[in-house]
């Protein structure tokens, strides 16, 4: 289901950022405008070589995009903090703070691929409170204001209404860490079988993204922290659906989809809520 609204009513909602001097709108500004630099370069450039040829490139790429960013943001909002990628961890935070991917998906973004995306996250006080996620290929902005609702372009999300593993399209991320990676596999294993269909297509937030809008029924992910995941969690929970994150012996496991599947996901891969 899609509800449209209008961007004035979308803006005049923001109680939170206003107290804190953000606007959404100027941020979507700024991630479109650094994603698409980022878009056009690499797709008139075809890196050769293997992967370690290719990562001084994408990372120099990574580097440029976040020094903008923060530059533009502090120049924009004043001297929020700002919590680098590459370094963050779940541990002791800002009370508020700006957490950016540049590239998500660099992989894809290596080998000149569509399905890589860039994010943009605004936690205060340990909570989301605004998401954005854009995939530059698609030209396609999810957004999410926490207690304001996700949208596609101003577009309302509603994440999917199936209630049973055997109809629904799913998806997943396999982990670098090889304790994660064992894990991981086990639990392709396990659902792989009772789902309709399984898939490995995008970045971690563009398939978050897609499971708030119903494209995909679900979506779990082995992490080592949160942060990443941000994004395309408050974009998942703003559309209705649920997001659950669970630790086990130094292990974190993410499950996003409706409120019916969740359950039946984490029976599956041998987690409970």
Not at 62 to 78: E, R
Not at 106 to 130: C, D, K, N, R
Not at 172 to 196: D, S, Y
Request: aromatic share 10%; charged share 15%; net charge negative.
């Amino acid at each position: 289901m899609t509800i449209h609204l209008s961007a004035d009513l979308f803006q005049s909602r923001h109680s939170v950022l206003d107290s804190l001097g953000v606007s959404p709108f100027r941020c979507e500004s700024l991630l479109r405008e650094i994603t698409d630099q980022l878009y056009w370069e690499i797709s008139r450039r075809r890196l050769q070589g293997g992967i370690a040829g290719r990562l001084p490139y994408c990372q120099s790429k990574q580097q440029w995009a976040a020094k903008v960013m923060q530059a533009s943001l502090a120049q924009a909002f004043g001297p929020l903090a700002w919590v680098d990628a590459e370094g963050a961890s779940d541990g002791e935070l800002p009370r508020t703070y700006w957490y950016y991917q540049a590239i998500e998906g660099l992989e894809h973004f290596s080998q000149s691929m569509a399905m890589w995306s860039a994010s943009l996250v605004l936690v205060h006080q340990g909570q989301t409170i605004l998401a954005l996620v854009y995939d530059p290929a698609a030209q396609e902005m999810f957004s999410a204001v926490r207690e304001e609702g996700a949208f596609c372009s101003h577009e309302q999300l509603q994440i999917g209404d199936k209630t049973q593993l055997a109809d629904a399209v799913v998806a997943t991320c396999l982990p670098e860490q090889p304790m994660l990676l064992h894990t991981a596999l086990q639990g392709v294993a396990e659902l792989a079988p009772a789902v309709h269909r399984l898939r490995m297509m995008a970045s971690t937030s563009l398939q978050l993204a897609y499971v708030a809008c119903g494209r995909l029924d679900g979506y779990w992910q082995h992490t080592g922290s949160y942060n990443p995941c941000r994004a395309g969690a408050l974009l998942v929970e703003e559309a209705t659906g649920y997001v659950s994150y669970l630790h086990r012996q130094g292990q974190a496991l993410l499950v996003a989809s409706n409120r019916a599947l969740s359950p039946l996901f984490n029976a599956l891969l041998g987690w409970s809520c």
